[in-house]
């Protein structure tokens, strides 16, 4: 059985290093005394300091985490590390104070020094991209259990050790928390990890300190382009996972013309993957089979290497996901037969994946998926699975983040018009945005389709949205809600109200009468 437990974790067994040893092996500047004074933790948050920790205060978008210090000092911290200006705003809490220009660009090796993280490393699997970074770390993570081993994740969805599982925030952590989730996976045995890596987290140094075994780039496409200035500089953020000093080798997904430039870029042994017919790979993926549960695919790589199997879940992109799962697994040694062995045994891989194109309907009435995609390429793969096996109407139901990337929402309105022959513009997390002006939006990239849906509605809030799509279904019909996936939550004006798409589906079914 597995558990909830809140995000923040910790080693159950931390050990407990002196500061003095710390300052000398880095060569710190610091000021006050480090006599005495160990250290067991390290956290860049007041609010989750505890007795012993290194308290890291750095400069926010809002406001300087060394403005804190006292908070944290009363919490248990022994010490901190910030910069000059920090130093200064925390002077009253009496800490011995480190002082480094970029506290941020020190917190991975300081937290690796914590948790020694890296020694005794399981083996450590990196995904990042736009779309498919969860999939794939779910479906290797599946992979590696059935290989045997105790594996650990870090994805967008959710954090699993062994059998625990715990909610996440962010979809990669900061480093103090990254590498204090390792140490917690190495206490429970934990052999393989598998690990989400956004752009953000690179940008922000959230992985530092960590060397990857095998690193994966599964596609880029329009996201985030509120945190980087354009596409090029959004895909240069994903290039420091291609290095050396972080990452030992690559399999690179040419699913997007992006990834050659991956590969063109990479500092390490990269090969290369695609599931689509006209690009030339090393390892390629052929879609064999399709149904509304599964799909089969034949992978192919150099030396005459083939792999037939099928995973359980739908549309060609999840076939894409699992082939490039499984050439990670060939990069870190594992021998294809085994992986294929694997994948059959005990009825094949049980890779649930939470809100990812997830089934929530039952036997009667409307197929409903929910759907974390967000972003206008996620968009087209879901409605193209979806359509492929439907026999009636497809139905789209999405909203767009508020204060996130506002440049992708006509493209996701024109999108969504174009895949569906319904579509029901609602919201999402309207976070400190207007939710009405982010329909509005939606609406007019709806009105850009070249194909229009025979309806098109604006319905606010999201639970009579999914209500007035299922109220409009018919027995054949699907209907699709992409955007709050796995999450529980909605976060109106900074206030995270709890809320579940999974379950409002399935009471509007219910109140239908289909359930
Ligand atoms: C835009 C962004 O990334 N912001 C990150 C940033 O927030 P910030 O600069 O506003 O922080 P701040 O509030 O000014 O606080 C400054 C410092 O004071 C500390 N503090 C603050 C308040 C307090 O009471 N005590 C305290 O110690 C904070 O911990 C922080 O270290 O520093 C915070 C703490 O380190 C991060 O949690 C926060 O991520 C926010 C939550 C976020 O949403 N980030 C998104 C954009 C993100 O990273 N997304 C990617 C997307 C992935 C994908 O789509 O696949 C991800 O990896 O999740």
């Not at 080693?11 to 407990?16: F, G, L, R, T």
């Not at 690796?112 to 290797?140: A, C, H, M, Q």
Request: hydrophobic share 40%; net charge negative.
């Amino acid at each position: 059985m597995s558990s909830r437990i809140p995000p923040v974790l910790r080693p159950e067994h931390p050990a407990s290093r002196p500061l003095s040893r710390l300052v000398d092996e880095f060569d710190l500047d610091l000021r006050g005394s480090a006599d005495g004074v160990e250290i067991t933790g390290i956290t860049l948050s007041s609010t989750e300091v505890r007795p012993g920790d290194l308290y890291v205060g750095l400069r926010g978008a809002k406001a300087h985490g060394a403005s804190y210090a006292t908070d944290a000092a009363a919490a248990g911290a022994v010490a901190i590390v910030t910069d000059e200006e920090g130093a200064e705003l925390s002077a009253d809490a009496g800490l011995p104070t480190i002082v480094v220009e970029n506290p941020r660009e020190a917190l991975g090796e300081l937290s690796n020094w914590v948790y020694r993280t890296r020694e005794d490393s399981p083996l450590i699997f990196g995904t990042t991209g736009t779309n498919g970074k969860t999939s794939t770390s779910y479906i290797l993570e599946g992979i590696l259990k059935q290989l045997g081993l105790v594996t650990g994740l870090s994805s967008t969805a959710e954090r699993h050790i062994g059998d625990l599982t715990v909610v996440s925030r962010l979809t990669t952590p900061e480093a103090s928390e990254m590498h204090a989730l390792l140490a917690r996976m190495r206490e429970a045995g934990v052999r393989a990890v598998a690990l989400e890596v956004s752009a953000q987290a690179l940008t922000w140094n959230r992985v530092d300190g960590i060397v990857f075994d095998v690193v994966a780039f599964t596609n880029l496409s329009h996201d985030h382009l509120d945190d980087y200035a354009d596409m090029e500089e959004y895909f240069r953020a994903k290039l420091p996972l291609f290095d050396p000093d972080r990452a030992k080798r690559g399999v690179v997904s040419l699913d997007t013309a992006w990834g050659a430039r991956v590969v063109e870029e990479s500092r390490i042994p990269v090969t290369t993957i695609s599931a689509l017919p006209e690009v030339d790979a090393e390892w390629r993926v052929e879609i064999i089979e399709e149904s509304a549960e599964r799909t089969g695919f034949r992978l192919t790589g150099p030396e005459g290497r083939t792999l037939e199997t099928s995973v359980p879940l739908i549309g060609w992109h999840m076939a894409a996901n699992a082939g490039l799962a499984i050439v990670m697994l060939v990069e870190a040694g594992f021998e294809l037969e085994a992986i294929g062995q694997a994948l059959d045994a005990d009825g094949g891989i049980r890779a649930y994946l939470p809100g990812r194109t997830e089934r929530v309907s039952g036997d009667r009435g409307p197929s409903v998926y929910v759907d974390f995609g967000h972003s206008p390429d996620a968009f087209e793969n879901t409605l193209a699975a979806v359509r492929k096996f439907t026999t009636g109407r497809t139905i789209m139901v999405f909203g767009a983040d508020g204060d996130r990337d506002a440049t992708k929402r006509h493209e996701m309105g024109r999108v969504a018009a174009e895949g569906s022959d319904i579509l029901v513009i609602t919201d999402h997390h309207p976070r400190f945005e207007d939710p009405t002006s982010i329909r509005a939006t939606l609406l007019e990239g709806a009105a850009l389709a070249e194909h229009q849906p025979e309806q098109t509605l604006e319905v606010s809030p999201p639970e009579a949205a999914i209500r007035a799509a299922v109220n409009l279904a018919e027995e054949g019909d699907s209907i699709l809600w992409a955007g709050p996936g796995h999450q529980d939550y909605r976060d109106i004006r900074g206030v995270r109200t709890e809320y579940s798409a999974r379950d409002e589906a399935r009471a509007a079914l219910r109140e239908a009468g289909w359930e």
